[in-house]
């Protein structure tokens, strides 16, 4: 995977883009007339059940982050799209992996599992970008409830003890209800999403290399005049 993206990205990005060939309204959309962010950072807002993100966080992001600023912070949402139970669960399971500083040890497994076990269902409003079959990170567990989720969490080696305490916590609650609002008010209606400085929404259309998605964060997290 990672030859194949370090292929796309010499093949679409001969040159750096300048901070000069960033247009609002065109590679960028200014969501709110608050300040943004105090600190630098990009937020991507994502679903487990998006083939698209599955790709991004696999095959494109590793070469992203190497060209993005250091200063910047990287954070992780998820989308509440589904409005159902399980995928309430499914949102729930993030902010427990971000909590038990386990998300990178996870996240791959539960993508490729979700992914796996929903290819049957037409009704989760995502695009799924690839065939299920290709999961190879997925375990044999059909994710229908939090049991399941636990089940992935065990078997990548994670305690889950606590699982049910920091699910159920009113701070999971509250950051739930904050990416909610938050996917609203930044007009996130597909995944994946990136918002710069709780500010700046970028146009993903727009975007025609790794390197030019990257140069766009630095220049809206770190030389835009109104954060």
């Known amino acids: 995977m990672k030859t194949k993206a370090a292929a796309l990205l010499l093949a679409l990005a001969p040159m750096l883009a300048g901070a000069a060939d960033f247009i609002q309204g065109k590679h960028y959309f200014n969501m709110t007339d608050e300040p943004g962010s105090a600190t630098p950072k990009v937020t991507e807002f994502f679903s487990f059940y998006c083939g698209n993100c599955y790709n991004m966080e696999t095959q494109y992001l590793p070469f992203i982050k190497t060209y993005m600023d250091s ?35 996870l996240v791959k497994t539960m993508f490729a599992t979700v992914q796996a076990g929903s290819g049957h269902d037409h009704h989760h409003g995502h695009d799924h970008g ?19 989720i636990k089940a992935i969490f065990k078997a990548k080696g994670v305690d889950v003890s606590d699982y049910d305490a920091i699910a159920d916590s009113a701070e ?27 500010k700046y929404l970028i146009n993903m259309q727009e975007m025609r290399s790794l390197e030019e998605f990257a140069a766009l964060i630095n220049h809206l997290a770190l030389e835009k005049g109104d954060k």
């Open 130 to 148: 690839h065939d299920h079959g290709e999961h190879e990170d997925a375990l044999d567990i059909v994710v229908e409830s939090r049991d399941d």
């Open 172 to 198: 999971t609650e509250a950051k739930m209800k904050l990416w909610a609002k938050q996917e609203k008010a930044f007009g996130v209606r597909s995944v994946p999403s990136f918002v710069v400085n709780e």
């Open 71 to 105: 200063k910047i912070a990287f954070d992780t949402a998820h989308v509440d799209f589904m409005r159902s139970e399980i995928g309430y669960e499914v949102i729930r399971s993030l902010i427990v992996m971000q909590e038990k500083g386990v998300t990178d040890k």
